[in-house]
């Protein structure tokens, strides 16, 4: 799977990095309260179906020779197979999530204690944040979202945690609350030309976050409303594979054309929660890769 992609002359030569991942079964999940504009608590979720979609990704990984780490899912968190906002780990540190709203906040806690007991230093949050939801990594750059969940502050903490440069992002959509349901990162190590590239929707920036997005990246994949109406954006790569929602058919184009192998698997129960791939997708990003 790590084998470089075919190149035409238009075409870039893209190569698949090993990634490392933490996810959570989706043994306990259902959709009994509305914390974002996809979640209707008054319609029946499919529990079972939830798992067996979730096992699909979780074999795309397994066959893209992921190394795949599982937290176990906890009676009462429903929301804990959404793992991307479970914290953010980097160069062996794990900064942990303080979630916004009371019905998630217990997993911040359960994540941190993962995260221990798998041998990460655990940077305790004083300032509301939701983990990989709000924060995405761009070769040595955070992208930082705010506007519904993550506190602004939280962009301050996680840059002295880091020593990094923390960019902030301006949410202005509800449907994309999360910095991960409007960006995707297409490259999570630099390209053989020095470039990374994401894809992103316009409409859920305001206009300096736009400003910040068309400076940096100029070859951006910019998507469609349908296709980020169905969390399409909210999307996995390893740099050649990127593993995205089925139904975002524009996208898949896309992602084609500029010389990726896009993977469409269906989530379509988990998105009754307000999620997607990405959503499922902790990126463990291990020290020295």
């Known amino acids: 799977m790590s084998n470089p992609a075919p190149a035409t002359p238009m075409t870039p030569t893209r190569t698949a990095t090993k990634r490392s991942i933490l996810m959570c079964k989706p043994t306990f999940y259902t959709v009994s309260y509305r914390i974002n504009p996809w979640m209707h608590p008054e319609d029946p979720t499919d529990t079972d179906k939830a798992v067996a979609q979730w096992q699909t990704l979780y074999g795309v990984y397994e066959q893209l020779g992921f190394d795949i780490e599982l937290i176990e899912p906890i009676d009462g968190l429903p929301d804990m197979v959404y793992a991307a906002n479970g914290g953010f780990v980097l160069d062996g540190v794990a900064y942990g999530a303080k979630?916004?709203?009371?019905?998630?906040?217990?997993?911040?806690?359960?994540?941190?204690?993962?995260?221990?007991?798998?041998?990460?230093?655990?940077?305790?949050?004083?300032?509301?944040n939701e983990g990989e939801g709000d924060f995405l990594l761009v070769g040595d750059v955070i992208l930082a979202g705010t506007g519904f969940r993550s506190d602004s502050t939280s962009h301050e903490e996680i840059a002295k945690v880091y020593g990094r440069q923390v960019v902030t992002l301006k949410l202005i959509n509800p449907s994309f609350y999360h910095l991960d349901t409007a960006i995707a990162v297409l490259d999570p190590e630099p390209t053989a030309d020095g470039a990374q590239n994401i894809a992103y929707l316009e409409s859920a920036f305001d206009e300096p976050s736009l400003a910040i997005l068309r400076e940096r990246f100029p070859d951006a994949i910019?998507?469609?409303?349908?296709?980020?109406?169905?969390?399409?954006?909210?999307?996995?790569?390893?740099?050649?594979?990127?593993?995205?929602?089925?139904?975002?058919?524009?996208?898949?184009?896309?992602?084609?054309?500029?010389?990726?192998?896009?993977?469409?698997?269906?989530?379509?129960?988990?998105?009754?929660?307000?999620?997607?791939?990405?959503?499922?997708?902790?990126?463990?990003?291990?020290?020295?890769?």
């Open 99 to 128: 979630f916004q709203y009371p019905e998630r906040q217990p997993e911040g806690p359960a994540y941190m204690d993962w995260f221990r007991d798998a041998g990460l230093r655990v940077a305790e949050p004083v300032e509301t």
């Open 222 to 289: 910019i998507a469609t409303e349908e296709d980020a109406a169905i969390l399409g954006l909210n999307s996995y790569s390893d740099g050649y594979n990127v593993v995205i929602a089925s139904r975002a058919t524009t996208f898949e184009q896309q992602l084609r054309d500029r010389g990726y192998n896009p993977i469409g698997v269906d989530l379509s129960e988990l998105l009754l929660g307000g999620g997607g791939v990405k959503c499922c997708t902790l990126d463990l990003h291990p020290v020295g890769a």
